[in-house]
T-cell receptor, first 116, second 114 residues
């Protein structure tokens, strides 16, 4: 059974620091991995999607990497800002025997606080 | 504006009541999903639908029901059989409901049982 874990559960850093969020998954049979951002009481916003054949994706100050063989992904945030404060969730799309139409399995999230 | 809307934002339910959460999308997406989020936890899939008039159970479907009569709409009913319904409910959609698609999320409905 696929399980997704994010450590740490919470992280507090001073503004300007570069930081790394971690995501691990137990089964390497995945189509892709996504990173989402969630502001308090809000829905999710997709940040980056890495297909299983890719190693990394970049968008602005964000860089996500994927190592399928070790079951790990990292989200690197450069020069963090107070506006980056939010919960970051990763999710994998598992390869399943029966068609389960785009099912995602989520980690618990890392709550990031960037202090001015 | 294209997007996903959910209503209401907050919903209160008495014990033994059924309540229905609305989800509408104007993205012309075929697939729609319902997730439940509990504090400090990730999202868990309740139901999903890849096409009108068809839907499948997710991991935690017990106590919930859905319908998909129109492409744009995927309402979720939380029945009295759901023993612990207090949670944040998120609706999502994707273009074709295949595993390589990005899912787009609505703003969520917070349900509280009184």
């Amino acid at each position: 059974k696929q399980e997704v874990t994010q450590i740490p559960a919470a992280l507090s850093v001073p503004e300007g620091e570069n930081l790394v969020l971690n995501c691990s998954f137990t089964d390497s049979a995945i189509y892709n991995l996504q990173w989402f951002r969630q502001d308090p009481g809000k829905g999710l916003t997709s940040l980056l999607l890495i297909q299983s054949s890719q190693r990394e994706q970049t968008s602005g100050r964000l860089n996500a990497s994927l190592d399928k063989s070790s079951g790990r992904s990292t989200l690197y945030i450069a020069a963090s800002q107070p506006g980056d404060s939010a919960t970051y969730l990763c999710a994998v799309s598992p390869i399943l025997i029966y068609n389960q139409g785009g099912k995602l399995i989520f980690g618990q999230g890392t709550e990031l606080s960037v202090k001015p | 504006d294209g997007g996903i809307t959910q209503s209401p934002k907050y919903l209160f339910r008495k014990e033994g009541q059924n309540v229905t959460l609305s989800c509408e999308q104007n993205l012309n997406h075929d697939a729609m999903y319902w997730y439940r989020q509990d504090p400090g936890q990730g999202l868990r899939l309740i139901y999903y639908s890849q096409i009108v008039n068809d839907f499948q159970k997710g991991d935690i479907a017990e106590g919930y029901s859905v319908s998909r009569e129109k492409k744009e709409s995927f309402p979720l009913t939380v029945t009295s059989a759901q023993k612990n319904p207090t949670a944040f409910y998120l609706c999502a959609s994707s273009i074709a409901g295949v595993s390589t698609d990005t899912q787009y999320f609505g703003p969520g409905t917070r349900l509280t049982v009184l």
